[in-house]
Antibody, heavy 126, light 107 residues
C-alpha cells in the first residue's frame, strides 16, 4: 500500500521560497501508472489543488498559482517536490502530497484520491 | 475552473439521524465526483467515488447519489464516529476542485 510523507521547513519568511518534499514508500515514484500532486488548506478555508506531476516530470499547475510554483520528481530518491516562490501570508497552509490519479498510454488522468500524506503545516512569517 | 458549492456549511444532528449533505457543480461533471471525510489532524479519507460507489472499507451507512450538477452524500444512521468535515471534489477536469466543506457535529 502506498504511503506518502511530506517534509520541509515549517516556517518560511515572506518573499522567500517554500520547498517541500514528498517521499513515497510502498510503491515507486517512477511507476508510470501514478500521477502525483499537491493540495493545500489555508487555516479556516477549504482544500485547494496546487498541481500535478507525472513520472516523467510532466506538470499541470493551478492557473492561479502557476507563475510561482514548480514541481519536480526525483526517481533516484523516490520523492517528488514542490516549490512556491515569493510567498506571502496567504501561502500559510497545511500542505498535502497525494496520488491524484493514474497514467495510461502516455496520458494522465485525475481520479479519486485514495493516498494522501499526513500533511505538513507551513507558516509564512517574518 | 469548475466551482463546487456545498450546503450546509455546518450541520448538527443526533446519533441515529439520517443526514444529507449536498454539492452543486457550476457545470456538468457527469458522475466524476468524490466525497471525503476529514478529521482533525488526519488526512482526508475517500468515502465515495464516481458519485455513488462506496470505497472499500467504508461503512455501508454512507451513500452517494446524483449526476450532472447536483449531488448528495447521505449518512443513513449517524454514529458518534461520523463527527468530521466532509468535502466533495470534482475530477471531471484536470483542474480538480473541492467544495468548501461541511462540518458535521453530533448533538
Amino acid at each position: 500500500q502506498l504511503q506518502l510523507q511530506e517534509s520541509g521547513p515549517g516556517l518560511v519568511k515572506p518573499s522567500e521560497t517554500l520547498s517541500l518534499t514528498c517521499t513515497v514508500s510502498g510503491g515507486s515514484v517512477s511507476n508510470t501508472s501514478h500521477y502525483w500532486g499537491w493540495i493545500r488548506q489555508p487555516p479556516g478555508r477549504g482544500l485547494e489543488w496546487i498541481g500535478n506531476i507525472d513520472y516523467s516530470g510532466g506538470t499541470y499547475y493551478n492557473a492561479s498559482l502557476k507563475s510561482r510554483i514548480s514541481m519536480s520528481v526525483d526517481t533516484s530518491k523516490s520523492h517528488f517536490s514542490l516549490k512556491v516562490s515569493s510567498v506571502t501570508a496567504a501561502d500559510t497552509a497545511l500542505y498535502y502530497c497525494a496520488r491524484l490519479g493514474y497514467c495510461s498510454g502516455g496520458t494522465c488522468y485525475v481520479a479519486p484520491i485514495d493516498s494522501w500524506g499526513q500533511g505538513t503545516l507551513v507558516t509564512v512569517s517574518s | 475552473d469548475i466551482q463546487m458549492t456545498q450546503s450546509p456549511s455546518t450541520l448538527s444532528a443526533s446519533v441515529g439521524d439520517r443526514v444529507t449533505i449536498t454539492c452543486r457543480a457550476s457545470q456538468t461533471i457527469s458522475t466524476w465526483l468524490a466525497w471525503y471525510q476529514r478529521k482533525p489532524g488526519k488526512a482526508p479519507q475517500l468515502l465515495i467515488y464516481k458519485a455513488s460507489s462506496l470505497e472499500s472499507g467504508v461503512p455501508s451507512r454512507f451513500s452517494g447519489s446524483g449526476s450532472g450538477t447536483e449531488f448528495a452524500l447521505t449518512i443513513s444512521s449517524l454514529q458518534p464516529d461520523d463527527s468530521a468535515t466532509y468535502y466533495c471534489q470534482q475530477y471531471n477536469s484536470p483542474s480538480i476542485t473541492f467544495g468548501q466543506g461541511t462540518r458535521l457535529e453530533i448533538k
